[in-house]
């Protein structure tokens, strides 16, 4: 049986002869961060092969060569995901190529809400039980927690009745128990309390968010993010729908992996709030219609062809342990509803978390994912769409890319009169006194966009998107002769090589900015508004929050508009999931906006087709320099 010694664990996986590296790797608990899902093109596998018997490897594929030959890696490098393994091997994997374990978290910027609890309190003191059977005991309760709480008759759980029976302890004399609905019993405590315990989730294809709020005062006790671990099989939607519809083993087990870290992130929670994971009672889900249906176990395969449907798209509640979240055994879980296939309950709960119906005037509501989810709003009016990004903003797609993990550029500036880039990255000054400085290893998404940007106003891109052959220092080509800006010196990265940003890179990012561009557009038109008529532009997500409005505005990504009314707003997913959690009256009202936004489909639409081309181009240097001098002026 084949096998290969894993450095710097020093670690021996037996594989099946013939087994893919990088599945074997996955098999053995070792993740390796493969956005592309496998298929080779975005590099990030790459391992260093230190030694290797005859034969034990597959040959590089033509593919493989080109990418490595590209990035000057042929020697001792292969893509673990383009390597079969049928002998003994001994390989090292890199720093930048393990799935990465720091995410920025999902801000919110609204912490308290208002409530209309589906749960209260209900506190009583016990009866003494004396010779009473326990059925008669446990009937005494019955009727004086219905009489307590005014409501009657009430269902009990079995699992109420079982703490009861085996209560033990003086500190069971009194009890707080937990209605849900004013009709049924579903958790009990000892003692009194005036809590309740529920938990929002964000399933976002990239990051993993959970708030851990107070049902009955209508705060956040605790946030976290992690990152999704799903990413390890595909940056994109795309990639995890070819992965999971190959056979339900594969989707079972994505779903296995995403629940087992939302019920790690919700036991690290609860321990931060002193309490324990079966004290939460109730849980709200929201996420795109395909992470939608990977949490919920359900075939999202429909949704890779045309016409997008998925399984189901009204609103769901179910027990939460069907799914496998560990919770109180009677908590429920409470799934708002899709718009289409990818108009996903996230942008549903968007539309409440970001307030966008109450805005006067025209607001547009833009969240730039890997998948980009527009909604505008005119008047009583939704219009919503979704235009593929790629995950280009994640950094995936980049050369250099990366998320926002230590180390990655985060801001830079064209330096005209030097001709070169100035950079700022995570980390940068994060270092005790004597340790080695953190040094720039990659781009995450803001960088992306500033880059370009910047690359633009200067005259060293062109509108069309090439990188034009200037005399200047910064503009240089890779190794296989590819036109390149070198974005940060040698001297200032982790891998010994200048950062640079290709050709290709630029491509990447026009297609990401023509789909965006055209789809703000076409809904635009659709309710016949011209760019002037916008009174703001909401940014949501992750990236919504970093991105710099002025360079956005230079590439032309979005209409041309004052950037003070454009507004970064946060995670307004995950704060709409926190008010459906908290306000029973909400969860209708989400179910009210799906049946009320109109939904338009535009990447396959033909104007869609015929504007992308022309959206491709970016604006022109002097406009694109006017965009970044008002951020000098602000």
Same mark, same amino acid.
């Given at each position: 049986?084949?096998? $290969? ?30 956005? #592309? ?29 080109? *990418? ?57 003191? %016990? ?31 079995? &699992? ?27 958790? $009990? ?23 851990? #709020? ?51 992130? =919700? ?13 939460? $009672? ?35 509640? %179910? ?26 309950? &996230? ?15 025209? @607001? ?51 330096? @005209? ?25 990659? *781009? ?26 200037? &005399?200047?220092? #910064?503009?240089?080509?890779? /190794? ?18 200048? %950062? ?23 809904? =635009? ?13 909401? %940014? ?5 929050? $970093? ?9 032309? =990504? ?21 008010? @459906? ?16 936004? /109109? ?8 104007? *869609? ?26």
């Amino acid at each position: 049986m084949p096998e $290969v010694t894993v450095y710097p664990e020093g670690k021996t996986v037996s594989l099946q002869w013939g087994e893919n590296l990088l599945e074997g790797l996955r098999r053995a608990g070792i993740d390796l961060f493969a956005p #592309c899902a496998g298929k080779g093109w975005c590099g990030k596998c790459a391992v260093v092969v230190e030694a290797a018997g005859p034969d034990a490897l597959s040959t590089v594929t033509s593919g493989e060569k080109a *990418f490595l030959e590209q990035h000057g890696d042929t020697e001792y490098w292969r893509l673990a995901c383009q390597v079969e393994v049928r002998g003994r091997a001994v390989i090292r994997i890199s720093v930048e190529s393990r799935q990465r374990r720091w995410v920025r978290e999902k801000t919110l910027f609204t912490r308290e809400f208002q409530i209309e609890p589906v749960i209260r309190v209900c506190q009583v003191v %016990l009866p003494d039980k004396g010779l009473c059977s326990a059925q008669e005991w446990l009937e005494q309760i019955f009727r004086l927690v219905e009489e307590v709480s005014g409501s009657r008759p009430l269902a009990w759980s079995q &699992d109420v009745k079982e703490r009861l029976l085996l209560r033990n302890g003086s500190e069971w004399t009194k009890a707080t128990f937990t209605l849900r609905d004013e009709q049924e019993v579903i958790h $009990v405590q000892p003692g009194f309390s005036d809590r309740s315990y529920g938990v929002a989730i964000d399933v976002g294809t990239t990051t993993l968010a959970v708030y851990l #709020c107070d049902l009955i005062q209508g705060r956040i006790l605790a946030s976290a993010s992690v990152l999704n671990p799903q990413i390890a099989y595909g940056a994109d939607i795309i990639s995890r729908i070819a992965y999971a519809q190959t056979n339900a083993e594969r989707r079972k087990h994505l779903q296995k992996i995403l629940v087992d870290a939302l019920n790690s992130l =919700m036991g690290r929670l609860a321990h931060q709030a002193q309490i324990h994971p079966e004290d939460i $009672v109730e849980a709200v889900l929201v996420g795109n219609s395909v992470m939608h249906h990977l949490a919920l176990g359900l075939d999202p395969s429909g949704m890779g062809k045309i016409p997008f449907a998925p399984v189901v798209q009204t609103a769901l509640d %179910l027990p939460a342990r069907e799914i496998g979240l560990k919770l109180a055994p009677t908590a429920r879980l409470h799934v708002l509803p899709l718009k289409a296939g990818y108009v996903g309950a &996230d942008a549903v709960a968007a539309v409440l978390g970001s307030g966008l119906e109450a805005i006067e005037g025209n @607001a547009l509501l833009v969240d730039m994912g890997t998948n980009g989810e527009i909604i505008l709003k005119h008047g009583k009016r939704l219009i919503c769409t979704s235009v593929p990004l790629g995950p280009v903003f994640e950094g995936a797609q980049i050369t250099y890319g990366m998320r926002a993990d230590i180390g990655a550029v985060e801001h830079v500036h064209y330096n @005209a009169s030097r001709g070169n880039f100035e950079v700022a990255w995570i980390g940068q000054e994060n270092h005790s006194k004597g340790d080695e400085a953190i040094k720039a290893k990659g *781009f995450c998404g803001s960088a992306v966009i500033e880059i370009v940007a910047e690359a633009l106003a200067a005259g060293l891109i062109s509108p069309d998107g090439r990188i034009v052959n200037g &005399d200047v220092p #910064c503009v240089t080509k890779t /190794d296989s002769g590819e036109r390149a800006l070198e974005i940060v010196p040698v001297t200032q990265t982790s891998n010994g090589l200048p %950062l640079l940003f290709t050709q290709k890179d630029v491509r990447a990012v026009q297609l990401a900015k023509g789909a965006l561009s055209v789809g703000i557009t076409l809904l =635009m038109k659709q309710i016949g508004l011209e760019e002037g008529d916008l009174t703001v532009v909401l %940014l949501g997500g992750i990236f919504g929050t $970093v991105i710099s409005p002025y360079h956005a505005l230079a590439l032309g =990504m979005l209409p041309p508009i004052d950037p003070h009314r454009i507004q970064a707003v946060g995670n307004v997913a995950g704060a709409g999931a926190c008010m @459906a959690l908290l306000n029973r009256s909400l969860r209708q009202r989400a179910a009210t906006l799906v049946e009320r936004m /109109d939904y338009l489909s535009l990447p396959q639409d033909q104007e *869609f087709q015929e504007r992308f081309v022309e959206a491709l181009k970016f604006p022109e240097p002097q406009r694109a320099q006017r965009a970044l001098d008002q951020a000098s002026d602000s």
